[in-house]
């Protein structure tokens, strides 16, 4: 099965050509603010994104001759997990989604593809997967509920690997997903569903390189209202420079970990924190699955880090068996989803939201 797969970023394109599982090519290119300068708003960028794409493909001599087109899902409405033909509503929805970002354009682009290549086009678990269950919705305030957003492409996908490595079915196993990049997500997965997990962009849950996590609210509601800070900035903080950004001056968690390792102040202090909130935050989602828990496992960029892994290992392998799945594969994880639909292992779900 030849699987197209698209994953536009925010000042990145990237594309793929599996044969089944395997990648046999890729190529993609960072989109300078010179590139990006002339577009007002993302869905400007469209015509310039596809164009993009269609000339790799040219250039490397690769026909429209595909089995399936897979792109990484948009910020669409809350919807379930798994794999999702694309439809009209879904690009309705894309097209005026409340929340800007480049991934929304993938399915957009993946769709006028696979109409050249008269082949089905499907988006896999975009971030907005919801399937909480109803008492994790519920805050103390009426007017705000919780919402989920996280890593679910990585941490659906690698749940399914690791569930298939030991003979099993996702929807056999109960298991704490952890996923350690630039933000990070513990969802607690129960049976195929994610019925709890903290949103991992909006300021919930443990701080991250760039994000701040779960932060006293009353301190909070002072700071937006003392007037040294407009909005945009508050959300700044909350979601891009908080975490071991605002605390060290650096995201970069190879040379953190390292000082770390050597006991260098403020780093050990500052890493070691945040691996405790990741460790809290997995006690929280082993209260969730009432203690019925098959294996936590770590994944995400960070997951690469002997130092974390060791430090967080340390506070919660006590709970379940640790397994180890470093990185975040966003590309191998389409193409599985595509390859299992296209055989009828993934059942195909429809974009219906409410």
């Not at 708003?41 to 001599?61: G, I, M, S």
């Not at 994790?136 to 990585?154: D, K, V």
């Not at 405790?276 to 699955?289: D, F, I, N, P, R």
Request: aromatic residues 6%.
């Amino acid at each position: 099965m030849k699987i197209f797969v698209i994953n536009p970023g925010s000042t990145s394109t990237k594309i793929a050509l599996f044969i089944d599982e395997k990648p046999v090519w890729a190529a993609g290119a960072h989109h300078t603010a010179d590139d990006l300068s002339e577009f007002h708003h993302v869905n400007e960028q469209y015509a310039y994104r596809k164009d993009f794409v269609l000339r790799l493909l040219a250039e490397a001599d690769i026909p429209l001759d595909f089995d399936a087109v897979i792109a990484r899902g948009g910020l669409l409405k809350p919807t379930p997990g798994g794999v999702y033909a694309i439809n009209e509503q879904m690009k309705h929805d894309l097209l005026n989604a409340r929340m800007e970002h480049a991934c929304n354009l993938g399915a957009l682009i993946a769709d006028e593809i696979a109409r050249e290549c008269h082949c089905p086009a499907y988006i896999a678990d975009p971030e907005v997967v919801d399937e909480l269950q109803p008492a994790a919705r519920l805050t103390g305030i009426p007017e705000i509920e919780r919402i989920s957003i996280f890593h679910a492409l990585n941490s659906k996908a690698v749940s399914r690997k690791y569930a298939a490595s030991i003979g099993k079915h996702y929807e056999e196993l109960n298991l704490i997903v952890v996923h350690l990049g630039g933000g990070i997500s513990v969802g607690a997965h129960c049976k195929g569903r994610v019925i709890d997990v903290n949103n991992a962009l909006n300021g919930e849950g443990p701080f991250s390189p760039e994000r701040a996590g779960t932060i006293p609210a009353d301190q909070l509601a002072e700071l937006c209202f003392s007037g040294k800070y407009t909005l945009k900035q508050i959300k700044k903080m909350l979601n891009g420079k908080g975490g071991l950004t605002a605390h060290l001056g650096m995201n970069d968690v190879v040379t953190i970990a390292r000082k770390a390792s050597e006991g260098e102040e403020p780093y050990k202090g500052v890493l070691d924190a945040m691996l405790y909130t990741v460790a809290k935050q997995a006690g929280a989602m082993y209260v969730t699955l009432h203690g019925q828990v098959d294996a936590i496992i770590l994944t995400g960029g960070i997951a690469h880090s002997d130092y974390c892994v060791g430090i967080l290992k340390g506070q919660i392998d006590y709970l379940a068996p640790v397994v180890l799945m470093p990185g975040e594969d966003e590309m191998g994880s389409l193409a599985y989803n595509a390859l299992g639909a296209l055989k009828g292992e993934l059942p195909l779900q429809v974009y219906r939201p409410e």
